[in-house]
């Protein structure tokens, strides 16, 4: 089973094109200027004592880059957007010359917070946290535990985790109609044999796209670890435990009955996504953030093309989110003005407005009850907005890297075909991963 070529190209080029869009969206400023230096001010300051908030992606700055918040307050706002994903190491870089580090971390990944804690660039936001609430504990009130509790150290507050991306399935609409899938799928074990069925719709179709190049990483198999009822120690996933060989031999059915690509073994994200718009594969387990890129490809529209239901679990399973955080930086020299930035990227309408341009969703009972989001998201349902507050972060630690690398070992085994059981598999690579541990 190949894909076309013709089609996968298409495909492909339709997906670098969004990448190049997005790109191109987020205003070209990755550089690893020193905060002060660079960026645009809020309100027309020129820097100076302006609270400087670096932030990993354009999508997360207000949309009136902090102009309202100046005029609320009077302090000016220089944002600056640093999106190369090196912000930890440029901080490590300016601390070791003396240089100021900004005020504010904006949109980080919240795996990554305890780093920033352990390297002193972050510390207690118990005090922060604390005057919030007694100062506007109507808003304080909106915002879900997990704001706080996700990156809690030793149960002190670290970061604002306001908004978090979580994985879906998204189908190709006509392709189920024509197999007669329907959706909501009650068990992982339905999607194996919605996958079957589609296989005898489409033979020459690939029923799951996925990606299996090395460093690209495996998140569908980790998705479908977690939605199994895998039990995880931080980032390492029980391979042994019925979760697990449940797992692996479900990926080992699908790969022997041609339900996946064998060329996924060379695939990443681009290619895994180029097959699913060009119409060669019908189902992609991706972000929720994808939704929006789909939908802006030409003629490939919701929900008359492609639709999106949640990953089903099995008892003990859960679905996995990635969140971002906000922190106040040590040694600010306005603490208690750069901690009032947390509360207005909190804000109702600050959240609604980022998420039309492509943030993602909130952790802010008012603003994910919104009904502007309907218009801007008309793919999220009830019942994806409910798989979504149901959903759990996605289990972490300082070897997260190892573990990541061992298990694309083990699904590209799996992608191109083996002889090895469930069972030979999760004997030979958990070892592996439980050598990682710290």
């Not at 300016?94 to 990554?112: C, N, R, S, V, W």
């Not at 804690?117 to 535990?145: C, K, M, N, R």
């Not at 008892?315 to 901690?339: I, K, T």
Request: with cysteine.
């Amino acid at each position: 089973m190949t894909v076309k070529p013709s089609r996968r190209s298409l495909a492909i080029v339709l997906v670098l094109g969004m990448v190049m869009a997005a790109c191109a969206s987020e205003g070209g400023d990755t550089s690893t200027t020193a905060a002060g230096d660079g960026g645009t001010t809020a309100a027309g300051g020129e820097g100076g004592d302006a609270l400087q908030v670096w932030v990993t992606r354009e999508y997360y700055i207000p949309p009136d880059n902090f102009e309202s918040f100046t005029a609320e307050t009077g302090v000016e706002v220089e944002s600056n957007l640093q999106a190369n994903d090196d912000i930890f190491q440029q901080f490590q870089r300016m601390a070791d010359a003396g240089q100021p580090l900004p005020d504010i971390l904006g949109a980080e990944d919240a795996f990554m917070i305890e780093q920033y804690v352990a390297a002193g660039f972050i510390e207690s936001h118990d005090e922060i946290a604390a005057a919030w609430e007694a100062e506007d504990p109507d808003q304080y009130a909106t915002l879900l535990p997990l704001v706080w509790d996700e990156t809690a150290i030793d149960g002190m507050k670290t970061a604002m985790s306001v908004t978090a991306n979580f994985d879906i399935l998204y189908y190709n609409t006509p392709w189920f109609e024509e197999a007669g899938v329907t959706v909501p799928f009650d068990s992982l074990d339905a999607v194996l044999e919605g996958m079957r069925a589609m296989k005898a719709a489409r033979p020459d179709g690939i029923p799951l796209t996925v990606q299996a190049r090395a460093g690209d990483g495996v998140t569908t198999l980790k998705t479908v670890l977690a939605a199994a009822g895998t039990p995880f120690d931080g980032p390492i996933p029980d391979l042994e435990s019925p979760g697990g060989i449940y797992t692996i031999n479900w990926f080992l059915q699908a790969a022997a009955e041609e339900l996946l690509p064998p060329e996924a073994i060379s695939w990443g994200e681009d290619e895994a996504r180029g097959a699913f718009i060009s119409g060669d594969a019908g189902l992609i387990l991706d972000g929720f953030t994808t939704a929006g890129d789909f939908n802006e490809v030409g003629d490939f529209t919701y929900p008359d093309v492609w639709n999106l239901t949640p990953v089903p679990l099995s008892e003990g399973g859960v679905a996995l989110n990635a969140a971002r955080s906000w922190a106040v930086l040590a040694g600010s020299d306005q603490p208690e003005e750069a901690a009032l930035i947390l509360r207005y990227i909190a804000e109702t309408d600050n959240l609604v407005e980022a998420a039309g341009n492509g943030s993602v969703p909130m952790r802010q009972t008012e603003a994910i009850n919104d009904p502007r989001l309907q218009e801007i998201w008309p793919f999220f349902t009830e019942e994806v907005k409910e798989a979504y507050q149901n959903s759990s972060p996605t289990p972490v630690g300082e070897n997260a890297g190892d573990v990541e690398a061992i298990l694309e070992q083990m699904f590209g085994e799996i992608v191109v075909g083996t002889d090895k059981s469930a069972e030979d598999l999760a004997t030979e690579y958990q070892p592996q991963l439980d050598e990682t541990a710290p």
